[in-house]
């Protein structure tokens, strides 16, 4: 399985954020696994954003979940996530990933796949 992210590198302060994780080898509505979003701030540790199951259920850090969109598209076999009224605070690198379960999100060690990641940066 292969996932890679694209989207705008460059995000200007309070404007939404958007990125696609492009998947091949498998779909994304196969039982039971869950498709990530997660980021890694300059300097800190992974954090969880949140994630589509395969079902299309939706999941979101609290912290994060009333500026979070997250959804996907079948026939693409992509799953997209917008953050809006990004900060300074958003700049990371993101990544998408494959979990084996909702459950599991905030296990890193359960994740089996993931993308190369792509920097973004909110500029002011």
């Known amino acids: 399985v292969l996932l890679k992210e694209s989207g705008l590198g460059l995000v200007k302060l309070s404007q939404m954020l958007s990125l696609t994780c492009s998947v091949s080898?498998?779909?994304?509505?196969?039982?039971?696994?869950?498709w990530s979003w997660v980021r890694q701030p300059p300097g800190k540790g992974l954090e969880w954003v949140g994630l589509?199951?395969?079902?299309?259920?939706?999941y979101a850090s609290s912290s994060l979940r009333s500026r979070t969109s997250i959804f996907r598209d079948i026939v693409k076999n992509q799953f997209s996530l917008q953050l809006s009224s990004v900060t300074p605070e958003d700049t990371a690198v993101y990544y998408c990933?494959?979990?084996?379960?909702?459950?599991?999100?905030?296990?890193?060690?359960?994740?089996?796949?993931w993308g190369q990641g792509t920097q973004v940066t909110v500029s002011s």
């Open positions: 080898g498998g779909s994304i509505t196969v039982s039971y696994y869950g």
């Open positions: 589509i199951s395969y079902d299309g259920t939706i």
């Open positions: 990933a494959r979990v084996k379960g909702p459950s599991y999100y905030n296990d890193f060690e359960a994740y089996d796949y």
